[in-house]
């Protein structure tokens, strides 16, 4: 059980837009920016969005990061066959003294 | 190039230990914070622990407080994670990684990761 919670699971056809939610608490989203972390399967994470909507250099900004109160969210459009990928949330909390990321959310290109 | 490539993982009995180490190579080792990060088999993943630049200041997650201990070298640019009293449920993937580039990322830089497997 994760401290920051996302959907298991997401799809979208080629061309849409999705968005994945990340819901947290005051300790943590409520009180810290947000990061993106893109999973290929077998490789290591890679920074997607941080600070909440930032993007680092390469990151097309078909990706783009928000943040609310205690939840955020990353959105894809124009959605493509490589971004079939596992997406993960993190944020540093306050109370636990470390970083929380979220479950991960597999997201599949119809 | 910026670079962290982990070595150390294996298989292991529960109760046994374990130390991890991870090269830095390509930034000012000495002026990063540098973190542990694992991911079970099929899960998620889990930040294990973070370092201070100067070693000062170290955080854990709850689950390995009292058996895990992150330490660094700034001379040689190694981080390295002694794991004791291990668990079944410690076998993950560890990976090492920074906040380099982009402040506020928290990891930016990853290694390839290390595998630790806990098993009789």
């Known amino acids: 059980q994760s401290v920051l919670t996302q959907p298991p699971s997401a799809s979208g056809t080629p061309g849409q837009r999705v968005t994945i939610s990340c819901s947290g608490s005051?300790?943590?989203?409520?009180?810290?920016?947000v990061n993106w972390y893109l999973q290929l399967p077998g490789t290591a994470p890679k920074l997607l969005i941080y600070?909440?909507?930032q993007r680092p250099s390469g990151v097309p900004d078909r990706f783009s990061g928000s943040k609310s109160g205690t939840s955020a969210s990353l959105a894809i459009s124009g959605l493509q066959s490589e971004d079939e990928a596992d997406y993960y949330c993190?944020?540093?909390?306050?109370?636990?003294?470390?970083?929380?990321f979220g479950g991960g959310t597999k997201l599949t290109v119809l | 190039e910026v670079q962290l490539v982990e070595s150390g993982g294996g298989l292991v009995q529960p109760g046994g230990s374990l130390r991890l180490s991870c090269a830095a190579s390509?930034?000012?080792?000495?002026?990063?914070?540098m973190s542990w990060v694992r991911q079970a088999p099929g899960k998620g993943l889990e930040w294990v622990a973070n370092?201070?630049?100067?070693?000062?200041?170290?955080y854990y997650v709850d689950s390995v407080k009292g058996r895990f201990t992150i330490s660094r070298d700034n001379v040689k640019n190694s981080l390295c994670l002694q794991m004791n009293s291990l668990r079944v449920e410690d076998t993950a993937v560890y990976y090492c990684?920074?906040?380099?580039?982009?402040?506020?990322?928290?990891?930016?830089?990853w290694g390839q990761g290390t595998t630790v497997t806990v098993s009789s």
């Open positions: 600070r909440n909507n």
């Open positions: 390509g930034f000012t080792f000495s002026s990063y914070w």
């Open positions: 370092i201070k630049q100067d070693g000062s200041e170290k």
């Open positions: 005051s300790s943590n989203i409520g009180s810290n920016t």
């Open positions: 993190a944020a540093w909390d306050d109370s636990l003294n470390g970083w929380v």
């Open positions: 990684a920074s906040e380099v580039s982009y402040y506020g990322s928290g990891m930016d830089v």
